[in-house]
């Protein structure tokens, strides 16, 4: 099963199989939240994250997927400027 993170600008959603969830990481103690959150998830076989929050967050997000399941790779999902006719306005 594979893990999917939106990492927002104020909330973490999560879904995995029919598990989901959230935390609004802009509030103190969001990493243990969390992780509460993931308790008793399986392993995944794959964590995919795309994010729009800073590079502090998604680091602090990395660890948590790490500390929960030591040696899973997180993979980043990262936007084109340009792909398929579609152009994204965005710095």
Known sequence: MKLILDIGNTRIKWRMD????????IQDGWEAQLLAGWHGL?????????????????????????QC??????????SQAHCCGVRIQYA
């Open 18 to 25: 029919g598990a989901l969830g959230d935390v609004t990481h």
């Open 42 to 66: 399986v392993r995944p076989t794959a964590v995919f994250a795309g994010s729009v929050a800073s590079e502090s967050i998604n680091q602090r997000v990395a660890e948590c997927v790490s």
């Open 69 to 78: 399941w030591p040696g899973q790779t997180l993979v980043w999902l990262r």
